[in-house]
């Protein structure tokens, strides 16, 4: 199972201080995060991808291409590849480079974000957000999996014997992880193609959650990718710790409050309750995690949000070393205890590149069947 975090790369005032970053400070801290998460030995470091004021991640690959430069081991992901509004030609060139520059080290998380007016900054209309992701998916998997591409679609330009470059490393294209909170539509689109589903998971009370997850396990075994138990799950959260409970729920509780998503909204105690957000010592948080699976079930990766609402980069890289000493290795090993053997991991290239190498095995040695026989 992977552990790792996930930044929406809000710039906003710490409101204990009335201080706010520049936008400069904001990004070289979240490059600080990405070094601190694999120093302290999380999997994956994934940011969100932004067009509008308090948020600055607009390029994301640009980041991942500085992090893959300062880091061994950890996957650099997305939590959101706008698949509406990015040109698909753009996606596919942009994670491919990515790949090769990072050693493989890359998958890509599709979403249609959750600014509205971000549709007609890139002259879509966001009446079409669904037909839009569905279409844009399918010509990106086409421009990884196909050498020449012809196409045409009703959202961009046809394209005639066009090669996306460079080709993914390997030949083997990022792993997908289709993001959504409550669209049926993108969970179908991930079971469809038998891809990963990824449910943010922060906002929403359990049941919907389990909802979503039950509806892709189904139909990613209806279209014939194997079990319900073997399809890929990855899962949101969002903590906040001290070793004192109460000193945690003091210390964050002004951050909640004033925090540009649910601020000024439920208390910071309702909002506990009814969603995964747990703030509390690394126990509780060890506790709060380890339910998910009561609703979700095997699941094969879980990203934390950590470094929004205006906390100071000091207090990030504090809450990362309890995350990655006390809180996720014992996850590690509780989940591995109650996880069947028939569960997949998560797909890395590694694993991808060796699946591949063993279906081109398994076809050579039909061939061969066949010509003998022939």
Do not use: C
Not at 219 to 231: D, L, N
Not at 255 to 283: I, K
């Amino acid at each position: 199972m992977q552990f790792g975090i996930f930044t929406v790369g809000d710039v906003t005032q710490d409101p204990t201080t009335g201080r706010t970053p520049t936008e400069r400070e904001r990004i070289k801290a979240m490059v600080a995060i990405a070094r601190k998460a694999e120093e302290v030995g999380l999997d994956v470091f994934a940011t969100g991808e932004h067009h509008n004021p308090p948020f600055v991640p607009s390029s994301p690959t640009t980041m991942l291409g500085y992090v893959a430069a300062q880091t061994e081991k950890l996957i650099l992901s997305t939590s959101t590849t706008l698949i509406t509004t990015n040109d698909p030609v753009k996606i596919a060139e942009d994670f491919a480079m990515l790949q090769h520059l990072a050693d493989g080290r890359v998958d890509v998380m599709t979403g249609r974000g959750n600014t509205g007016p971000v549709y007609p900054w890139f002259g879509k209309d966001i009446r079409q957000g669904i037909p839009l992701a569905i279409e844009n998916y399918a010509l990106l998997r086409r421009l990884w999996r196909e050498e020449t591409v012809n196409w045409e679609g009703k959202f961009r330009t046809p394209l005639q014997g066009f090669t996306s470059t460079p080709r993914p490393l390997d030949d083997v294209p990022p792993f997908v992880w289709h993001g959504s909170i409550r669209s049926p539509e993108i969970a179908e689109q991930a079971a469809y193609y038998g891809d990963g589903f990824f449910h943010n998971n922060i906002f929403w009370p359990a049941d919907h959650t389990k909802k979503m997850i039950e509806l892709y396990r189904t139909r990613y075994a209806h279209h014939g990718h194997g079990t319900p138990e073997q399809a890929i799950v990855g899962l949101g959260g969002q903590v906040f710790m001290r070793h004192n409970s109460q000193d945690a729920v003091r210390e964050f509780r002004p951050y909640f409050d004033n925090a540009p998503v649910y601020g000024h909204g439920p208390s910071l105690e309702d909002f506990t309750r009814q969603t995964p957000l747990t703030v509390g010592s690394p126990q509780q948080v060890i506790e709060r995690t380890l339910s998910f699976r009561e609703y979700a079930g095997d699941y094969q990766r879980q990203l934390f949000l950590m470094d929004h609402a205006g906390l100071p980069l000091k207090t990030v890289l504090e809450q990362l070393d309890l995350l990655g000493e006390e809180v996720v290795p014992v996850l590690r090993e509780e989940f591995a205890k109650l996880r069947p053997a028939g569960v997949p991991d998560a797909p890395t290239h590694a694993s991808l590149l060796a699946a591949k190498e063993v279906a081109k095995d398994v076809a050579k040695d039909v061939t061969e069947e066949g010509v003998t026989v022939a």
